[in-house]
């Protein structure tokens, strides 16, 4: 009896170490194994040759380098640099019976052309050309939309002269002309460029500083343009940068300071003000100055973006907003909404002298697919456009943008 | 008395061969998923002025947010696409390799700024730091494991799955 139990203790005891063994092998093979680099760390420092040795190489290896990069320079020097870089934005349209066209339309968009160059880190050139379709006629024009040069000091100064967007706000410093980069057909009615109709001074031809500090807790961001004032043109009543001159003394001057915390990626708050003195022929200058912020959000499959405007002009007041949001549903399909308006006062000066003088608001309701993230989309949208004392609009618009 | 305490308590405590069986099979996969992670380091100049950058720091070089350190221009350096490039932009820059791209070409459109350089072979990533200061890379650990004249200033864990 005795002998019995001991040989099924015995055997139990067995069979309760081969499956502790195994435990342990199991756990053996999921530690990674340290020992073999450290014979490779000690085997390295074993073979080093001599320290002056070693400098020698490095110091020939050097010359080497400064002379390929002599031969290199003194080369690149005789190849011109644009189109180095070019590139192109472009789109086309389709819409039922809007506020500017009486029937469904196809509608040629524009082809922006842009090319970017750079002498070293710290110059760098850009130039942006458009070119729109001009009324019914197959003409066109060509507008030369950004053209800077730039020289960066650091990261806090970055000095650029040229034409440029005006520091005003998240859209207008984001987004440019090309609409394959933003989500939905068309910028907010009211940060129009000027001369489709634009009600804000998006474009200055002067002086722009800009930099960014990054803290442990944020990045902080400025840019502060100086540059000729705007004028508004009594025959198309539309905003005009002055381009070649000034038509006055006043400079416009710009400033947008902005952050972005670390601890919320794709987070982004701003405030901006710009003053300018616009010249009109009826009521001749008018001081005009605008104020806002902007809050954006991108990050994950959000899009998330609000800005407020508050135009000041003499004893009359007008505020502009909106609210966008896009979620991305699917790998290439983000649906996306916006509501924009305008509130303007009838007696104000300013928006007196401009085609779009009156209150107006949007709604708009889409949905993009990506047919390549970066080289082109389908967009698919309801407009609904209300303007005070005329006809409200309900537009279906479709877009298909691409760069190349 | 011990075939009647291993005979003894509730029905799975006797079960043990299961117990043990399952305890062998999660060690296993335990090890299965560490047998192929991968670490990826992002490296300097040992003798240069970026050894103590921070992750944060390290991120906004790879954004274009910090282009100079000490006044003088950062050169950062991008390894090929595949999956170190992914653990890199996923765990330091915080975006997929499509989105980083398409970040890169607004920056590009907005402030005329080209993105970092891509090197192909880790010994490439190597030299170019050790021939620069202010030259930045990141590649598998295992090749800068024995490297001279670079330093290890960030270490990221990439998951093959």
Same mark, same amino acid.
């Given at each position: ?147 800077? *040069? %730039?020289?960066?000091? =650091?990261?806090?100064?970055?000095? $650029? #002269? ?9 859209? @207008? ?104 003195? *616009? %010249?009109?022929?009826? =009521?001749?200058?008018?001081?005009? $100055? #605008? ?9 994950? @499959? ?103 | ?161």
């Amino acid at each position: 009896m005795v002998t019995i139990q001991s040989s099924k203790i015995r055997y139990l005891i067995k069979k309760q170490a081969f499956f502790i063994s195994l435990v342990l092998l199991a756990l053996f093979q999921a530690t990674p194994l340290r020992a073999d680099e450290q014979d490779r760390t000690q085997i390295s420092t074993q073979s080093q040759p001599s320290i002056s040795d070693r400098q020698q190489e490095e110091i020939n290896q050097l010359r080497q380098r400064i002379q390929i990069l002599e031969e290199k320079e003194s080369s690149e020097d005789l190849h011109p640099q644009f189109g180095m870089n070019l590139g192109a934005y472009g789109d086309v349209n389709f819409f039922t019976k809007d506020r500017e066209a009486n029937h469904p339309s196809f509608s040629l968009g524009s082809l922006d052309l842009y090319s970017t160059s750079h002498f070293g880190p710290r110059l760098t050139f850009l130039a942006e050309l458009q070119l729109e379709i001009n009324g019914q006629t197959s003409g066109g024009n060509f507008d030369l939309e950004r053209f800077w *040069v %730039g020289y960066t000091f =650091n990261d806090l100064l970055t000095v $650029r #002269v040229g034409r440029q967007h005006t520091a005003l706000g998240y859209w @207008n410093n984001t987004y440019h002309h090309g609409k394959q980069l933003f989500l939905t057909v068309d910028r907010p009615f009211f940060l129009a460029f000027e001369d489709d109709g634009g009600v804000l001074p998006v474009h200055t031809v002067g002086i722009e500083l800009m930099g960014s500090q990054s803290l442990p807790t944020l990045r902080w961001m400025y840019e502060l343009d100086i540059g000729n004032g705007h004028r508004i043109d009594s025959t198309t009543k539309l905003l005009v940068p002055n381009d070649i001159a000034d038509n006055n003394s006043a400079k416009q001057v710009a400033l947008r300071l902005s952050i972005q915390p670390n601890r919320l990626p794709g987070l982004t708050l701003g405030v901006f003000g710009t003053s300018d003195r *616009v %010249g009109t022929d009826a =009521n001749g200058n008018i001081d005009e $100055r #605008v104020f806002g912020s902007d809050f954006s959000y991108m990050h994950n @499959n959000v899009e998330f973006i609000t800005e407020y405007f508050k135009m000041l002009n003499l004893d009359h007041d007008a505020t502009a907003y909106y609210i966008q949001l896009g979620y991305k549903v699917a790998r290439d399909i983000t649906p996306y909404t916006r509501y924009e308006t305008l509130d303007v006062n009838p007696a104000d000066p300013y928006f007196s002298e401009l085609q779009n003088n009156t209150s107006r608001h949007q709604t708009i309701a889409g949905v993009r697919y990506d047919i390549d993230e970066l080289r082109s989309a389908l967009k698919f949208q309801y407009r609904r456009d209300r303007k005070v004392g005329s006809e409200t609009f309900h537009v279906l618009e479709a877009q298909w943008s691409f760069s190349f | 008395m011990v075939v009647q305490f291993l005979k003894s308590g509730p029905a799975i405590l006797r079960n043990r061969g299961l117990i043990l069986s399952m305890l062998v099979l999660i060690c296993l996969l335990c090890g299965s998923v560490n047998l192929h992670a991968e670490q990826v380091a992002v490296i300097v100049n040992k003798d240069g002025p970026l050894s103590h950058l921070s992750k944060t720091e390290i991120r906004g070089i790879y954004l274009g947010e910090i282009r100079f350190v000490g006044g003088m221009p950062v050169r950062p350096i991008q390894y090929a696409e595949g999956q170190v490039k992914e653990a890199f932009l996923s765990n330091v820059i915080g975006l997929s390799a499509k989105d980083y791209k398409l970040y890169w070409v607004k920056k590009l459109f907005q402030e005329g700024l080209t993105p970092p350089l891509v090197k192909t072979d880790p010994s490439e990533i190597l030299n170019a730091v050790r021939e620069d200061p202010w030259g930045i890379g990141y590649l598998p650990k295992e090749f800068a494991n024995e490297a001279s004249e670079i330093q290890i200033i960030y270490i990221i864990q990439e998951e093959r799955h």
